[in-house]
């Protein structure tokens, strides 16, 4: 039996959903294929820099206030991590917020 769904955003972005029952929270994740093993020497530690980047803004949210704001605004929790092949950004929030969690990911 398969416990999740692949599906496609307007963007041409494909993303799983795995619904599970009994919560009444949404963790967005979005992983891309970065990290220290795809570097050379003279990029150590650039997926690691540019992960904290994406925290001070962006262009719809221009400083780090703007973001987490509307973040925190929503009681979201959000975090990130680099690893050896991945870079990931996570936003949990309540179910009722979904789309705004899914606005500010992609």
Same mark, same amino acid.
């Given at each position: 039996? %398969? +416990?999740?769904?692949?599906? =496609?955003?307007?963007? %041409? ?7 599970? =029952? #009994?919560?009444? =929270? ?8 970065? #990290?220290? @093993?795809?570097? *050379?020497? @003279? &990029?150590?530690? $650039?997926?690691? !820099?540019?992960? +904290?980047?994406? !925290?001070? #803004?962006? $262009? @719809?949210?221009? =400083?780090? $206030? ?9 009681? #979201?929790?959000?975090?990130? !991590?680099?690893? %050896? &092949?991945?870079t990931g950004y996570w936003?949990?929030?309540? *179910?009722? @917020?979904?789309?705004?969690? !899914?606005?500010? *990911?992609?």
């Open positions: 039996m %398969k +416990h999740y769904n692949i599906n =496609t955003l307007a963007n %041409k972005l494909a993303y799983i959903s795995a619904p599970m =029952t #009994g919560t009444q =929270t949404v963790t967005v994740l979005l992983v891309v294929r970065t #990290g220290s @093993k795809y570097e *050379s020497r @003279k &990029e150590s530690g $650039l997926s690691h !820099f540019l992960e +904290h980047m994406f !925290f001070k #803004g962006t $262009l @719809k949210r221009p =400083t780090a $206030l703007v973001l987490s704001s509307e973040l925190d605004g929503i009681g #979201g929790e959000y975090n990130a !991590f680099t690893s %050896k &092949e991945y936003i949990k929030v309540s *179910s009722e @917020k979904t789309a705004i969690a !899914f606005r500010v *990911s992609f």
